[in-house]
């Protein structure tokens, strides 16, 4: 098994053995409801023993269609989140998307996430580098395992070694993803924490015309094999009413079925991870 770089994000350290998870509702859609998800989250992976960092967007700047719900804007966004990290107590993972964002991001959050279709834009990376917050690069639809290499490269160039790099399914054909578990032992090599992003992974891109499917129903499939084949964390868009969700909503886990998969999902990663 390569050596991993651990770091720690608030009270989670990242890629020392245990599994942790990346979690909540795609976009931070009002304050009482964010609160509400980041404690029943929490209060799970509580009891479960699993490392827990609160993940929801600001601002969904990649939306399907001009009249898409992009969600609530930096300032009041970032509040929310803010009250989340301070009152729950977790630590908070979000979205930058143009590097004019990263200063405001990082006084609120502990990770920048780069988003998948922005894995290239150098600026941006350094950017957030810069800033001294955990960096999470999630791996473009289009781009091959083997060159997050030079994405990780980027950030470890500022002097920031806390980074982490997501699987989140590579484009095949037209409005659908398809998992190489191969990319997740390829992209470990790299000595960085290797994240895999279910629910990401089950969207059909554009699928309903004017937003992006999904099929939720495979979620516990696919969340088996991504930990079977030893990733360090993953990643996961949990929301208590799917179908009324402001984005993303038929791929995310619905809220009630995850203490399960959470149990089966540590077990088997329990048993693996000496194995890799």
């Given at each position: ?145 083997h060159d997050m290499k030079n994405a990780i490269e980027k950030v470890t160039s500022q002097n ?21 578990f191969r990319g997740i032992p390829v992209m470990r090599s790299f000595g960085y924490p290797v ?82």
């Amino acid at each position: 098994m390569p050596e991993i770089n651990p770091f720690k994000v608030g009270n989670a350290r990242l890629g020392a053995g245990d599994l942790f998870l990346i979690a909540g509702p795609c976009l931070v859609e009002n304050e009482s409801h964010a609160l509400k998800m980041a404690e029943a989250i929490s209060s799970i992976t509580r009891r479960l023993g699993i490392p827990y960092i609160y993940k929801s967007s600001y601002d969904k700047a990649n939306r399907t269609s001009i009249a898409a719900h992009r969600g609530l804007g930096i300032e009041e966004g970032l509040r929310i989140l803010g009250r989340v990290r301070s009152d729950v107590g977790l630590p908070v993972l979000t979205d930058v998307h143009e590097t004019g964002q990263v200063r405001a991001a990082a006084e609120v959050a502990d990770v920048l996430q780069i988003p998948a279709f922005l894995c290239r834009q150098t600026d941006l990376i350094v950017e957030a580098a810069l800033s001294g917050r955990a960096v999470n690069i999630k791996k473009g639809q289009f781009l091959a395992p083997h060159d997050m290499k030079n994405a990780i490269e980027k950030v470890t160039s500022q002097n920031n070694h806390r980074v982490m790099v997501t699987e989140r399914g590579t484009s095949f054909g037209y409005n659908n993803l398809v998992v190489d578990f191969r990319g997740i032992p390829v992209m470990r090599s790299f000595g960085y924490p290797v994240v895999y992003d279910i629910t990401h992974s089950l969207q059909r891109p554009g699928g309903l015309g004017t937003a992006s499917g999904g099929d939720s129903e495979f979620i516990e499939y696919l969340a088996r094999a991504g930990v079977g084949c030893g990733v360090d964390g993953v990643f996961m868009e949990v929301h208590d009413n799917p179908a009324e969700a402001k984005s993303d909503g038929p791929n995310s886990l619905p809220l009630e079925r995850l203490a399960a998969l959470l149990e089966r999902i540590k077990a088997i990663h329990e048993l693996v991870r000496g194995d890799l």
